[in-house]
């Protein structure tokens, strides 16, 4: 009887070969996904940071107005009494 074997080494060694792409396919899918991920939150986090650092200004901004124009008010006071 002639026996035919299932599969050539040749068969398994291209198994082998096609996991060990699959493998690596999805190591770079996983890791191109992580350095996306990492540059989305790294680029909220600086949002977030010029953001608070633009109300902080504005805010800055609009004591120093107030403070401004009461200081004016009290020296044209002071002027219309002299």
Request: no cysteine; net charge positive; hydrophobic share 40%.
């Amino acid at each position: 009887m002639l026996e035919i074997p299932l599969l050539r080494a040749s068969a398994l060694g291209q198994i082998a070969k096609t996991k060990g792409l699959k493998k690596a396919s999805f190591y770079r899918y996983t890791n191109t996904l992580r350095k996306a991920l990492r540059d989305v939150n790294n680029d909220l986090s600086a949002h977030d940071l010029y953001s608070k650092r633009l109300k902080d200004a504005l805010e800055a901004k609009h004591n120093l107005n107030v403070v401004y124009q009461l200081n004016n008010d009290l020296y044209k006071k002071k002027s219309l009494a002299i």
